[in-house]
């Protein structure tokens, strides 16, 4: 397994990342494909000119440079781990996606403000192509031939594209039983689709073995190796809900969790724009969303414990069913430091709720979607949730993935020969 080690790359093509930096006990390390502490073992992040004790509090860039920026992620490059020639490089430019004011479903629950980011809007129709984007180019950097992942699904897809595109070789690893759709989805770009009989827990224990085996030799495991960076790009979901807002971070958001990373970030992102002056200081709260047959850390958050018990996952969100969630005890610290809260929804109630997404705003959510808009309403019905405070809920992937969860009773209104007469009678007279 690659922990940190000393006899790792350094560069000058991070832009304005310095290291890296355990998160546990703080211990710092060069730039390289490492992402655990070799003092605890704790996971390491990216650390930036900016986090250090001589920040001089001068932010790297402006709110008019961000806005001078292209239409994607890279509008942030300056507070990213990657180069300032980024957005000149063969890659799916993903991000910049629609913040979408939802004031139907809004009065469907009886909240006065109500966002939708969603990130179906990506390349590969889920927000994961984001925290691609920033490992493809740690990955071009290390001088790595193979970009692969341990994926439920969304991940696989956006690696496959993203090699295809910067024109690495690709190897995704994946639970044999995902949905079909987001099977085909992972294989037509090219690249080895790899599915192993097990949980997603299982494929990325897998995954790290092969890390260490010489099979793996310059692979590039997004998730693993190159976590450090990858995780770094659910950072652009806090700036560009900030910036879409007018600069300003939102009361309340809610946000689904399957391994915790992109909550994490997010809480990271928004308290990133604060310390650089980018945005005004203030409260917010942050609540979690976990299917019911994926619940670690809802059931943890519920019982007052700081540890999360693994779980073995069966829900129809199989994008969210990690069972063991590395960043799980995070969750819970932010959703408790904020005065937030962990909630989780039934199968039945993920579709009740993609199908309320869809009716009322024209968004159709993978069950993802559903999980943070169903445990939205299940918080607003238990008085969790302020209904007269600016909130923000995620849908980090397309429906289309996952057609099968709604597919029951989807038919059409009526059957009819093509005239006037037949249209009166089976619809008109009958409605």
Same mark, same amino acid.
């Given at each position: 397994?690659?922990?940190?080690?000393?006899?790792?790359?350094?560069?000058?093509?991070?832009?304005?990342?310095?290291?890296?930096?355990?998160?546990?006990?703080?211990?710092?390390?060069?730039?390289?494909? $490492?992402?655990?502490?070799?003092?605890?073992?704790?996971?390491?992040?990216?650390?930036?000119?900016?986090?250090?004790?001589?920040?001089?509090?001068?932010? !790297?860039?402006?709110?008019?440079? *961000?806005?001078?920026?292209?239409?994607? *992620?890279?509008?942030?490059?300056?507070?990213? !781990?990657?180069?300032?020639?980024?957005?000149?490089?063969?890659?799916?430019?993903?991000?910049?996606?629609?913040?979408?004011?939802?004031?139907?479903?809004?009065?469907?629950?009886?909240?006065?403000?109500?966002?939708?980011?969603?990130?179906?809007?990506?390349?590969?129709?889920?927000?994961?192509?984001?925290?691609?984007?920033?490992?493809?180019?740690?990955?071009?950097?290390?001088?790595?031939?193979?970009?692969?992942?341990? $994926?439920?699904?969304?991940?696989?897809?956006?690696?496959?594209?993203?090699?295809?595109?910067?024109?690495?070789?690709?190897?995704?690893?994946?639970?044999?039983?995902?949905?079909?759709?987001?099977?085909?989805?992972?294989?037509?770009?090219?690249?080895?689709?790899?599915?192993?009989?097990?949980?997603?827990?299982?494929?990325?224990?897998?995954? $790290?073995?092969?890390?260490?085996?010489?099979?793996? %030799?310059?692979?590039?495991?997004?998730?693993?190796?190159?976590? !450090?960076?990858?995780?770094?790009?659910?950072?652009?979901?806090?700036?560009?809900?900030?910036?879409?807002?007018?600069?300003?971070?939102?009361?309340? *958001?809610?946000?689904?969790?399957?391994?915790?990373?992109?909550?994490?970030?997010?809480?990271?992102?928004?308290?990133?724009?604060?310390?650089?002056?980018?945005?005004?200081?203030?409260?917010?709260?942050?609540?979690?969303?976990?299917?019911?047959?994926?619940?670690?850390?809802?059931?943890?958050?519920?019982?007052?414990?700081?540890?999360?018990?693994?779980?073995?996952?069966?829900?129809?969100?199989?994008?969210?069913?990690?069972?063991?969630?590395?960043?799980?005890?995070?969750?819970? %610290?932010?959703?408790?430091?904020?005065?937030?809260?962990?909630?989780?929804?039934?199968?039945?109630?993920?579709?009740?709720?993609?199908?309320?997404?869809?009716?009322?705003?024209?968004?159709?959510?993978?069950?993802?979607?559903?999980?943070?808009?169903?445990?939205?309403?299940?918080?607003?019905?238990?008085?969790?949730?302020?209904?007269?405070?600016?909130?923000?809920?995620?849908?980090?992937?397309?429906?289309?993935?996952?057609?099968?969860?709604?597919?029951?009773?989807?038919?059409?209104?009526?059957?009819?020969?093509?005239?006037?007469?037949?249209?009166?009678?089976?619809?008109?007279?009958?409605?």
């Amino acid at each position: 397994m690659a922990l940190a080690t000393a006899e790792i790359t350094t560069s000058n093509d991070f832009g304005p990342a310095v290291g890296l930096s355990c998160r546990e006990c703080g211990t710092r390390y060069p730039l390289g494909p $490492s992402f655990a502490c070799i003092e605890c073992f704790g996971p390491l992040e990216v650390a930036y000119t900016w986090s250090g004790p001589d920040f001089d509090g001068a932010a !790297p860039v402006t709110r008019e440079q *961000i806005a001078a920026g292209p239409a994607n *992620i890279w509008r942030y490059r300056a507070l990213l !781990p990657v180069p300032a020639d980024v957005a000149a490089k063969p890659n799916l430019a993903p991000g910049w996606t629609k913040l979408v004011k939802a004031d139907n479903l809004a009065r469907e629950l009886g909240l006065r403000s109500l966002h939708v980011k969603d990130d179906s809007g990506n390349p590969t129709h889920s927000f994961k192509d984001r925290v691609v984007a920033i490992a493809l180019e740690a990955a071009r950097t290390f001088g790595f031939h193979t970009l692969s992942c341990s $994926s439920t699904g969304n991940l696989a897809g956006a690696v496959t594209a993203a090699a295809a595109r910067a024109g690495l070789d690709a190897c995704v690893f994946i639970p044999a039983d995902l949905e079909e759709p987001k099977i085909v989805m992972a294989s037509v770009y090219g690249g080895r689709l790899v599915g192993i009989e097990g949980t997603y827990d299982e494929v990325n224990r897998f995954c $790290s073995e092969l890390i260490g085996d010489p099979l793996g %030799d310059r692979w590039g495991f997004v998730n693993v190796n190159l976590r !450090p960076y990858y995780a770094e790009g659910s950072k652009t979901l806090a700036y560009e809900i900030a910036e879409q807002l007018g600069w300003r971070i939102p009361d309340q *958001i809610v946000i689904p969790v399957a391994s915790g990373s992109q909550l994490t970030k997010i809480d990271k992102g928004f308290k990133e724009l604060i310390k650089l002056g980018l945005v005004e200081d203030k409260p917010y709260k942050i609540f979690a969303a976990q299917a019911e047959g994926c619940s670690p850390v809802s059931a943890a958050f519920k019982a007052g414990r700081e540890v999360v018990q693994p779980v073995k996952p069966r829900t129809i969100a199989k994008s969210l069913a990690i069972g063991n969630p590395a960043d799980g005890p995070y969750v819970l %610290d932010i959703a408790r430091r904020t005065a937030g809260a962990v909630e989780d929804v039934t199968d039945a109630e993920i579709v009740d709720a993609v199908r309320l997404l869809a009716r009322t705003e024209g968004i159709f959510a993978e069950t993802a979607g559903g999980v943070t808009v169903g445990v939205l309403k299940k918080l607003t019905e238990k008085g969790l949730l302020d209904p007269e405070a600016e909130t923000v809920v995620l849908n980090t992937g397309d429906g289309l993935k996952t057609l099968d969860a709604v597919a029951s009773g989807a038919r059409p209104t009526a059957v009819i020969r093509p005239s006037l007469d037949a249209f009166r009678t089976a619809v008109v007279e009958n409605s």
